[in-house]
């Protein structure tokens, strides 16, 4: 049996992995050029899904760099002062990303330096976005035109007007080839997520929703992930199935006892695991029954014999090796290395 996690446990696992060698590839450097008056919310959105791409990974995937317009500290929408980086007259122009953040307050009108930086940094390559209005300032440097964009709709009726080859969408927000931007700050997340799934996966981004979105299901339980609690195409057969292996983990039931308690039979449980959940039962409830010792592992003191029999191994050296097996390392030394490993980050 493969060691690798099959399911879709595989996002919610994917942090917890063993550390690697890695590939030796530079990090996507991101600058975020922070307005007076930015939206903290919509800025934080979009770092914070940077900031836990890299904690899925064994080396930084992201480099995250805050540039000030008027000096080394930019005062927010709520009134918290950002020392930022650098100022906007040392922005590097070899940028990957690079991104206004703008809000409601902030005053849309032509900033030359800028301008100058945000044609530099396309010259060179770089994506180029906007976060509520900011969008409106890489409009300004006549880098839009031609593309769509997302921006509040406060702001809508006046980029159209000052921008008339500009395609202003009424979306929460757009990617779209090499500008990304969002209408405000709830959705300044989704948009990151979507440039993450463009350069870093699918799978990745999965992982990142794992760990952002764990409450908007209202019901923050800890398995089986979010995702599959709340996909609405889920047959109700297979959310059963779910929640009768989550409440017994401790004593594990068979495929047969599963299929007959969800009134299908043993085939289509099967099937229908493989179809939305890249796994047999099987498979599926072991990686289900892992997951969770790696949780006890982590947040409890409680001994690996214990922790065998509450997620129902029938010994603890079958237990040690199937840990092993996923986790890169046994259980009794799991929580130094993941603790060094989250101390080097």
């Known amino acids: 049996m493969p060691s690798a996690f099959e399911s879709v446990l595989k996002n919610k696992n994917m942090a917890y992995r063993p550390i690697g060698s890695g590939a030796d590839q530079a990090p996507i450097r991101v600058a975020f050029v922070l307005m007076d008056n930015f939206s903290m919310m919509s800025f934080t959105g979009a770092v914070d899904a940077l900031v836990t791409a890299n904690l899925m990974s064994d080396r930084p995937l992201y480099e995250v760099l805050t540039v000030g317009v008027s000096g080394g500290q930019v005062t927010s929408d709520l009134g918290i002062v950002i020392s930022t980086d650098i100022e906007i007259g040392q922005l590097p122009e070899n940028q990957d990303v690079l991104i206004v953040a703008g809000g409601f307050r902030v005053k849309l009108q032509g900033n030359p330096l800028l301008r100058r930086k945000l044609r530099a940094n396309a010259a060179s390559g770089a994506i180029l976005g906007g976060l509520w209005n900011g969008v409106f300032f890489v409009a300004d440097a006549n880098l839009l035109d031609g593309f769509e964009c997302a921006v509040h709709p406060e702001s809508r009726a006046m980029m159209a007007e000052v921008f008339p080859h500009v395609k202003v969408s009424s979306r929460a927000y757009v990617v779209d080839r ?15 997520l979507q440039l ?40 109700e057969s297979l959310k059963l199935a779910l929640e009768l292996m ?7 039931l068979t495929v047969d006892e599963l299929a007959a308690c969800v009134k299908i039979s043993k085939r289509q449980l099967e099937r229908r695991f493989c179809r939305f959940l890249g796994a047999t039962p099987t498979r599926y409830y072991l990686e289900l029954r892992l997951t969770r010792a790696r949780q006890l592992i982590q947040q409890t003191n409680r001994s690996v014999t214990e922790i065998a029999v509450a ?28 603790e060094r490993k989250q101390a080097s980050r």
């Open 196 to 235: 993450i799934r463009q350069t870093g996966g699918a799978a990745l981004v999965g992982a990142i929703e794992e760990i952002l979105r764990c409450d908007e299901s209202g019901d923050a339980t800890d398995l089986p992930p979010v995702f599959v609690e709340t996909d609405p195409t889920l047959p």
């Open 178 to 192: 090499e500008r990304i931007s969002c209408a405000g700050a709830n959705s300044s997340l989704r948009m990151m």
């Open 246 to 252: 989550w409440q017994n983990v401790e004593e594990p």
């Open 311 to 338: 997620t129902g191994f029938v010994s603890s050296p079958h237990f040690q090796r199937r840990f092993r097996d996923f986790f890169g390392v046994p259980p009794g030394s799991y929580r130094s290395t993941f």
